[in-house]
């Protein structure tokens, strides 16, 4: 299913797509927590942002799967879909911090201690889910343009 769109294969289409919008996500989603002003002014971006991470990133994966039984395998596609794997947990962490925050923004009560104390624990947790998201966007990206250019990529199995 996720194999190729008029003859083309899939993965890289959809992979560009899923290395903009994750890391967009994650900087959205970072902003969003330690800004108020920007939290105030996005309200369902960084949630609506990390959603479409949380569906691109299966995609991607999948994809990826079709693309590698057509190339067939090798060490470097081996290591890229195993890093590729570790995305999907950073990308549900951004989602509930980015749902959390969300709701805390509606219910949030002006200036208590209480209410400052959630908000750097919301500050901690999207620079963690974030920072996580996007070194392990970067690392993937980096063994998967390695992997195709360093012509180790097997021969295509038709």
Known sequence: MF???????????????????????????????????????????????TLAALVLVPLSTESGEALEHRIGESSLIDTHADLAEGLLPWVIAMVVVAAVLLLWNLRKTPNTGASKWVAVVLMVAALGASTGTIVQAIVIGHSGATAVWSGDMGTPTN
């Not at 899923?18 to 002003?37: F, G, Y």
């Open 3 to 49: 194999d190729t769109f008029f003859g083309l294969p899939m993965h890289p289409l959809i992979v560009h797509a899923t290395e903009v919008v994750v890391p967009t996500a994650a900087l959205v989603l970072l902003i969003a927590a330690v800004w108020p002003r920007f939290r105030r002014w996005a309200k369902l971006l960084p949630l609506g942002l």
